[in-house]
């Protein structure tokens, strides 16, 4: 994993500290957070971060509120604590 990716799941972990229990986020937030200017560019290590902390068992990657695999997931997914 490259700094990058590293910095995109501490990102991701941040942002779901900071919510609401079962709140979730979008991977944008934590490209965003990364690079507000070229965050377009990091969405598809965003969305691999979060595919590498759901494998871990820290999040759940969503779409219209199941559960899915974000590698298989087409379209826009959220991401929460597994509760």
Do not use: F, H, K
Request: glycine share 8%; net charge positive; charged share 30%.
């Amino acid at each position: 994993m490259d700094d990058a990716g590293a910095a995109l799941e501490r990102a991701i972990d941040a942002l779901l500290d900071a919510r609401a229990p079962g709140a979730t986020i979008c991977p944008s937030e934590a490209a965003r957070a990364v690079d507000p200017e070229g965050w377009r560019d990091l969405m598809p290590q965003a969305r691999a971060a979060a595919g590498r902390l759901a494998r871990r068992g820290a999040v759940e990657v969503t779409q219209r509120g199941a559960v899915v695999d974000v590698a298989t997931a087409r379209g826009p997914v959220r991401v929460r604590r597994v509760s």
